[in-house]
């Protein structure tokens, strides 16, 4: 029985000296609350930053892609591809031909 008398002293002590707390420990906790509370604040207008330059980004991207099939389209190379797709492609492939047996002559 003293032993379990000792061992529930023993839990109570250190139960107070877990809460009992000094001046200084004190202020540091409350430092370091600050400082993550900033930390989380500043964070949290970075990503909203983020979010905006995003979705910018994607707007611009989309008007220029609208651009580019615009101007393609008014092209006369847009209109014969169009127009000729077969005759297209074996331009390209005589193409891809050519460039390979020149790069390959080195």
């Known amino acids: 029985m003293a032993t379990t008398a000792n061992s529930g002293s023993q839990t ?13 420990a004190e202020k540091v906790t409350e430092t370091l609350h600050e400082s993550v509370d900033t930390l989380a604040d500043h964070g949290a207008s970075l990503e909203q930053k983020l979010r905006e330059s995003a979705s910018d980004t994607a707007a611009n991207v989309s008007e220029k892609q609208a651009q580019a099939k615009e101007y393609w389209d008014g092209s006369a190379v847009g209109k014969y591809t169009k127009e000729n797709p077969l005759a297209t492609a074996g331009i390209a492939f005589a193409a891809g031909v050519l460039l390979t047996s020149l790069l390959k002559r080195k």
């Open 12 to 24: 109570t002590k250190a139960k107070a000296s877990k809460t009992a707390t000094t001046p200084i």
